[in-house]
């Protein structure tokens, strides 16, 4: 990546789900290094600073870069940017009602550095949304995936095969964001939701499609392919 790609990166535009923390932040920092200054008060000046490194972190963690989906049919792109933890034959989650025949699950992991906005594996219509709640353990354990408070989402291909993603929270996650309702359709790689700060999500393959990825690799949510539907 260039130099001006990495900044253009770095800095694009947060996330509609920072402005709270942008504005808390914000505030805090002008206010306290005003008081700080006005009263020599080096506590306050100290609590400008935080609120500022605070606000610089909210930018960064927040970002929200433009991707582009590759335009080829038929693929099953990557649901977030991250970490492939584990690849395995797994049952889906009950709660999509997607049956027990075991389907290849792609899990990635998002640490706190990662772009935290979720996109659509694939294009078709939101079928099923389910949301369990659970613990908050690391999201990168295999246990996370059954255990950790999470929000399946089920999607239904045009020719009737069935695609899960699961927005899993982690250690220090503890909002999960979808904000897409059953029956809606979107297109591969459109944004459907976000978590904070530091969490995991999981996609299920339909039966037959073999992952195209493995452990350890890099995820570009969005634009990596991780499998192909007519292979």
């Known amino acids: 990546m260039s130099l001006l790609g990495s900044l253009k990166f770095v800095l694009s535009r947060p996330h509609r789900e920072a402005y709270p923390f942008l504005g808390a932040s914000g505030a805090v920092t002008v206010a306290a290094r005003y008081l700080g200054w006005r009263f020599k008060c080096p506590v306050l000046r100290a609590a400008g600073t935080a609120g500022g490194l605070f606000f610089g972190f909210c930018l960064y963690f927040f970002r929200d870069p433009e991707r582009t989906a590759p335009a080829r049919e038929g693929l099953v792109l990557a649901p977030a940017d991250g970490r492939i933890v584990s690849i395995e034959k797994i049952a889906p989650p009950v709660e999509l009602g997607m049956g027990e025949t075991p389907v290849w699950r792609v899990a990635t992991f998002l640490s706190v550095l990662d772009v935290h906005v979720n996109r659509m594996p694939v294009a078709g219509t939101v079928t099923r949304i389910a949301y369990h709640e659970g613990k908050f353990l ?8 059954t255990d950790n408070e999470r929000n399946a989402m089920s999607i239904t291909l045009p020719d009737g095969r069935m695609v899960a993603v699961v927005q899993i929270a ?53 634009e990596t392919v991780v499998a192909k539907l007519d292979a």
């Open 170 to 222: 982690g250690l220090i996650a503890r909002r999960i964001v979808c904000s897409v309702k059953a029956g809606e359709r979107l297109e591969a790689g459109e944004r459907f939701g976000l978590i904070r700060f530091g969490s995991r999500t999981d996609v299920y393959l339909p039966p037959g499609v073999e992952p195209l990825v493995q452990v350890g690799q890099t995820m570009i949510g969005g």
């Open 138 to 145: 690391n999201a990168s354990l295999d246990k996370a995936s």
